[in-house]
C-alpha cells in the first residue's frame, strides 16, 4: 500500500515524481494558491479573480501599446487601470478579514480597468486596414469582456454572500444596487447576443455588427460606472422588500454621504474617485467611433 502524503512538500514530491515537472514549479503555485485564500471563507472568489486578471491583463496592455482607436479611449484605459489599482493597493489592509472589499476590488478591475479596454479594442476595429487585423481587434474584446465578467461575478458573489442569507431580503435595496443589477443584467444579455452572433465557438464569425449589441453595450458601461459612482458616495436604502406591500421611498438624508469608502478612505478622496469615474464616462462617451481613414481589405 502507497502511503498517503501528509505534508506540502510531500505533496509537491509526489507530483513533481509524478509528472517530470520540478518540485520548486509545484511549490510555487501552492504559494500563489494560499496566498489567495486571505479572500474570507471563500477562497475560490480569490482564484475567479486571479483567472480573470491573468486573462485579461495581456489584452489590456495590448490595448494600451498597439497603433489604432480613438486616442481619448486609451486614455480612459490607462486611467481606469491606475484608478483601479489604487483602489486595491487602497484595500489591501482590510483584504484578509473583510469580504465586502474583495466586491470593491472585483469590481474596480471589472468595470475601470477591463471595460473600457475591451471598449477601445473593438473601436480601433474600425480603423483596421485588413480582415485579419480587425478580427484580431475583436478576438481582443472577447477576451477582455469575458476577463471584465469575471472580475465583476466574483465581485458580486463577494457582496451577495458578505449579506445574510435569504432573498430578496437584504439584497438591492439601495439604488447602487439597483442600478448595479440593471448593468449586470445588460451585460449578461449581451454577451448571450454576442455569443449567439458568433456562432460556432471553436471557429466563431469574429467579424459582425449589430446596433443593439452597440447600444446595449453603451447601456451597460454607462449603468456600470453610475453604479460604481453611487456605491462609493453612499449606501441609500429605497426598498423594503420585507413590507406588505413592497414599498419604495427616499429617506430625508439620501444626499449625505456615507458608506465604505467614506469611513475607510475619507471623504476627499471618495469625492476624487467619485469624479474619476465621471471623467472616464465622459472620455469613453465622447469618443465615438473613429472612421476608417485608410482603405480596407472586404471580407470574404
Request: charge should be positive.
Amino acid at each position: 500500500m502507497v502511503a498517503t502524503p501528509t505534508t506540502t512538500e510531500a505533496w509537491t514530491r509526489l507530483l513533481s515524481e509524478k509528472t517530470g515537472l520540478k518540485q520548486q514549479d509545484f511549490e510555487a503555485a501552492l504559494i500563489a494558491l494560499q496566498a489567495l485564500n486571505i479572500v474570507p471563507k471563500y477562497p475560490a472568489l480569490g482564484y475567479l479573480l486571479l483567472c480573470a486578471v491573468a486573462l485579461g491583463a495581456p489584452f489590456v496592455l495590448k490595448a494600451l501599446l498597439t497603433s489604432g482607436g480613438p486616442r481619448l479611449t486609451r486614455v480612459a484605459t490607462l486611467h481606469g487601470c491606475a484608478m483601479a489599482a489604487v483602489l486595491a493597493y487602497m484595500s489591501v489592509p482590510f483584504m484578509g478579514t473583510n469580504l465586502f472589499v474583495w466586491h470593491v476590488i472585483g469590481m474596480s478591475l471589472g468595470v475601470f480597468a477591463f471595460q473600457p479596454a475591451a471598449l477601445h479594442s473593438i473601436l480601433a476595429k474600425h480603423s483596421s486596414r485588413t480582415v485579419e487585423a480587425r478580427k484580431s481587434k475583436a478576438r481582443d474584446h472577447k477576451m477582455l469582456q469575458m476577463a471584465s465578467c469575471g472580475c465583476m461575478l466574483a465581485g458580486f458573489f463577494a457582496i451577495f454572500l458578505n449579506k445574510p442569507p435569504g432573498f430578496p431580503g437584504m439584497h438591492f435595496m439601495t439604488v447602487h444596487s439597483l442600478v448595479g443589477l440593471t448593468a449586470l443584467s445588460l451585460m449578461a444579455w449581451n454577451a448571450l447576443h454576442g455569443a449567439y452572433r458568433q456562432g460556432n465557438p471553436i471557429f466563431p464569425k469574429l467579424l459582425w455588427a449589430s446596433w443593439i449589441h452597440r447600444a446595449t453595450g453603451t447601456l451597460a458601461f454607462v449603468s456600470a460606472m453610475l453604479a460604481a459612482a453611487l456605491g462609493l458616495f453612499n449606501r441609500t436604502v429605497v426598498v423594503d422588500w420585507a413590507a406588505a406591500p413592497i414599498t419604495f421611498s427616499l429617506p430625508e438624508m439620501w444626499n449625505r454621504m456615507d458608506g465604505w469608502a467614506h469611513t475607510n478612505l475619507g471623504e476627499p478622496t471618495t469625492l476624487i474617485f467619485i469624479g474619476g469615474i465621471l471623467f472616464l464616462m465622459g472620455m469613453m462617451l465622447l469618443a465615438g467611433q473613429p472612421a476608417a481613414d485608410e482603405p480596407r481589405e472586404k471580407t470574404a
